[in-house]
């Protein structure tokens, strides 16, 4: 089958499918797994389950095959980018059990920001959220409390636009990646990432 459609466009084949070949489902299906296992692997530090992640991926893919339509969205592969992200983060908004779960595995805030004065306007915010660093056992108290105060901030402190920004910003996403998960507009998104670091930098720094 790899052979047989190999040399066919996205959109080419979605109009065969449309046309009644019907086996063009399992190859675009098999062809763009890896895509969502990768997202998978970046949602996993929302808490979710990589397993569950890779189902919800595959039902958000199996839906852009189902809802493609040429003359209206972009190329197939963003338009299953966008179905993959948001059926796994409706999944994992659904399922969370505790609030900001994925914190607690974030270690090292505030060390890693002591490390980088100077530096922590041009630090992505991500990058500061998700350092890890080896600490000792009484670092390691010092660190939990401090998450525990930035875990409040962003209860308290962020709206809930905000903290689904914050949510997706942590996979790695950027804020037009982000818009479109939210359906939301860019400028909307790169606004809440900017309070969002305001606010954070009052806890962090």
């Known amino acids: 089958m790899q052979d047989f459609y190999g040399q066919c466009g996205d959109e080419e084949l979605i109009l065969r499918l449309r ?3 019907e086996n063009i489902t399992d190859y675009i299906m098999d ?3 890896n895509l969502v296992k990768s997202k998978a692997r970046s949602m996993y ?3 979710a389950d990589s397993d569950d992640l890779i189902q919800e991926g595959m039902i958000g ?7 493609y339509d040429s003359g209206r969205d972009a ?9 993959i992200s948001r059926q796994m983060y409706t999944a994992v908004q659904a399922s969370r059990r505790q609030k900001h779960a994925p914190l607690n595995s974030y ?7 002591a490390s980088e004065k100077g530096q922590e306007e041009e630090a992505e915010l991500v990058n500061i959220l998700a350092a890890r660093a080896e600490l000792s056992p009484e670092e390691m108290v010092i660190d939990r409390e401090n998450v525990k105060n930035l875990e409040r901030t962003i209860e308290k402190e962020l709206s809930t636009f905000e903290k689904e920004v914050l949510d997706l910003h942590l996979t790695g996403m950027g804020y ?4 479109k998960v939210l359906g939301k507009d860019e400028k909307s998104a790169d606004n809440a990432l900017q309070r969002i670091k305001g606010k954070l930098k009052k806890v962090i720094g």
């Open 45 to 47: 530090i929302l808490g």
């Open 61 to 67: 893919l199996f839906k852009a095959v189902r809802d």
């Open 75 to 83: 190329s197939f592969f963003t338009f299953a980018d966008l179905c």
């Open 19 to 21: 046309d009644g070949e």
């Open 176 to 179: 037009a990646q982000i818009a």
């Open 31 to 33: 062809k763009y797994k």
């Open 107 to 113: 270690i090292s805030l505030y060390s890693r920001v």
